[in-house]
């Protein structure tokens, strides 16, 4: 809900608290932050936004697509008009949600998937503000759907939404089935590309302040160990066999070497 007099959204007001240092109100600005949210006990529909008046929104179909194991990555590199997705990730508290796992597969320029290999399939996890950021292209076209983008989000330890991302404006939403309103990203063109945002709002309380440090665990007998970072390149053993890290990253609890192929190359 917009306020008249200065056209801030509440969702606007909760991403400045995020980004900024504390935010002065603007005359006639209820204090609609997040941390008022959250200290008032109000909760908020989950999904899709953080914002005043959005209808609870439904998961919907992972379709015949999704492939498990996606690499760990935030750019899925490929021809076409080229897409930025970006936002946040709160609770119903209101609160910013970090390490979010957000897993992400769309179809191709043509309309294709790739269901041999990973293009334009990738996961990412939120940062300790609970942003999150998505450089791929505009999906293309295939029959029966409108345009959109598939994803899974999990808090840690917490159930899996599964739904998908649509543009506004396209022809095919009005005879796609499958498409809800409520999940319509805003975007808007930026030179030869475009740029889109979207707020996930999870059926989850708690969230805010920086993220906690791993504790370091012990392993059966191996050298990983939770908290550390670790570049390309790096071995490690773990459970008696020999692993080289293929993408930098801080090993987390449940990042373990076998869990995780797209981070751990079993050597020999």
């Known amino acids: 809900m917009e306020?008249?007099?200065?056209?801030i959204t509440r969702k606007d007001l909760l991403k400045a608290a995020l980004v900024a240092a504390p935010l002065p109100l603007l005359a006639g600005q209820a204090p609609a932050l997040a941390r008022t949210a959250a200290s008032s006990g109000t909760t908020l529909t989950p999904t899709p936004f953080c914002h005043d008046g959005d209808e609870v929104t439904r998961e919907q179909t992972e379709g015949p697509y999704f492939k498990p194991n996606s690499p760990l990555r935030s750019t899925l590199?490929?021809?076409?008009?080229?897409?930025?997705v970006s936002g946040y990730v709160f609770g119903v508290n209101c609160q910013p949600l970090a390490n979010v796992l957000l897993d992400f597969w769309q179809a191709d320029n043509n309309g294709a998937?790739?269901?041999v290999g990973f293009n334009f399939r990738g996961h990412q996890f939120t940062d300790a503000q609970g942003a999150y950021k998505l450089t791929t292209i505009v999906p293309g076209l295939y029959p029966g759907r409108t345009r959109h983008i598939h994803v899974k989000a999990q808090a840690p330890n917490k159930p899996i939404l599964t739904t998908q991302l649509y543009f506004p404006g396209e022809p095919r939403n009005s005879t796609d089935t499958i498409y809800d309103p409520a999940?319509?990203?805003?975007?808007r063109?930026?030179?030869?590309?475009?740029?889109?945002?979207?707020?996930f709002v999870l059926n989850?309380?708690?969230?805010?302040?920086?993220?906690?440090?791993?504790?370091?665990?012990?392993?059966?007998?191996?050298?990983?160990?939770a908290g550390h970072t670790y570049q390309a390149g790096d071995q490690v053993t773990y459970g008696g066999v020999t692993y080289r890290c293929i993408q930098g990253h801080t090993a987390l609890v449940g990042w373990?070497?076998?869990n995780v192929p797209s981070l751990w190359q079993r050597v020999g």
């Open 183 to 187: 999940l319509l990203m805003t975007v």
């Open 3 to 7: 306020d008249e007099k200065s056209g």
């Open 77 to 84: 590199p490929g021809s076409g008009t080229p897409l930025t």
């Open 204 to 225: 989850v309380t708690g969230g805010g302040g920086p993220t906690p440090t791993p504790t370091p665990t012990p392993t059966p007998g191996g050298t990983w160990q």
């Open 256 to 258: 373990e070497p076998p």
């Open 113 to 115: 998937y790739d269901n």
């Open 189 to 199: 063109t930026v030179g030869s590309g475009k740029e889109g945002t979207f707020d």
